[in-house]
């Protein structure tokens, strides 16, 4: 019932942007946080960004923090990663996910979360 679908990535040279979009469906998610992971070839899973459905408070991990910018647009049920000056170190398969949290702490955990999309490919060529 729940479906997550990505969007939004590309090849793009180092220092360029990339905005990814994740369209969320089946459920009302008033309770949860909407974020941001990725997994480049060989390296595991890791946090990206997140953000409260309701609210809007935002997370970021400490190698993205100041390029990019999580968003999102709760009447077309999106959510969005603005990535500036990219690296290729930030070439990855970027997944958005949906984790419910109504009283436990904010995780950066992927298993915590219970929802994910299929995943986007961005590329960052030197």
């Known amino acids: 019932q729940v479906q997550l679908v990505e969007s939004g990535g590309e090849l793009v040279q180092a220092g360029g942007s990339l905005r990814l979009s994740c369209v969320a469906s089946g459920r009302t998610f008033s309770s949860y946080d909407m974020g941001w992971f990725r997994q480049a070839p060989g390296k595991e899973r890791e946090f990206v960004a997140a953000i409260t459905w309701t609210g809007g408070r935002t997370w970021y991990a400490d190698s993205v923090e100041g390029r990019f910018t999580i968003s999102k647009d709760n009447a077309k049920n999106t959510f969005y990663l603005q990535m500036n000056s990219l690296k290729p170190e930030d070439t990855a398969i970027y997944y958005c996910?949906?984790?419910?949290?109504?009283?436990?702490?904010?995780?950066?955990?992927?298993?915590?979360?219970?929802?994910w999309g299929q995943g986007t490919q961005a590329t960052v060529s030197s």
């Open positions: 996910a949906a984790r419910y949290r109504l009283f436990g702490a904010f995780s950066r955990i992927s298993r915590d979360y219970d929802y």
